[in-house]
C-alpha cells in the first residue's frame, strides 16, 4: 500500500486548510481499513489528528475537534482533511496513514499504531 498527501504547502492565516491523501496498491482500499491523519510540529513529536473508520465515522482529537472534518472517497481511494481557521501554530507537517490498532481508557481513544504511511506534506501558515 502506497500513501500520498497532496495539497497547497501556503495557507494565509484563517483560511482552511485541505488535504487530500490518496491510497493506491490495493482494491477499494479505503472502504476495508481505517485511516488516520497525523501532524507533527517542527521539533516535536507526532500528533494524531483523527482516524476515519472503514465505516466512515470519525473521532477528532479533542485539541482540534471544533475545527477538524475528516472525510472519504472511496471510488478514487482517497480520504481528506480540512482544517478551518488556521493559524500560524497549524504550521506542521501532516501525515496520512493506515491505522492498525488503537486503544483508549474509559472508552476514549488515546492512541493508534500505524502500518503506512505517506511521506508527509509540510503546509505553512502565513500571510
Known amino acids: 500500500v502506497q500513501l500520498q498527501e497532496s495539497g497547497p504547502g501556503l495557507v494565509k492565516p484563517s483560511q482552511a486548510l485541505s488535504l487530500t491523501c490518496t491510497a493506491s496498491g490495493g482494491s477499494n482500499t479505503t472502504t476495508y481499513y481505517n485511516w488516520s491523519w497525523i501532524r507533527q510540529p517542527p521539533g516535536k513529536g507526532l500528533g494524531w489528528m483523527g482516524p476515519i473508520a472503514y465505516s466512515g465515522s470519525t473521532y477528532y482529537s479533542p485539541a482540534l475537534k471544533s475545527r477538524t472534518s475528516i472525510s472519504r472517497d472511496t471510488s478514487n481511494n482517497q480520504f481528506s482533511l480540512q482544517l478551518s481557521s488556521v493559524t500560524p501554530e497549524n504550521t506542521v507537517v501532516y501525515y496520512c496513514?493506515?491505522?492498525?490498532?488503537?486503544w483508549g481508557q474509559g472508552g476514549v481513544p488515546c492512541g493508534y499504531e500505524y502500518d503506512y504511511w505517506g511521506q508527509g506534506t509540510q503546509v505553512t501558515v502565513s500571510s
Open positions: 496513514a493506515r491505522v492498525v490498532a488503537g
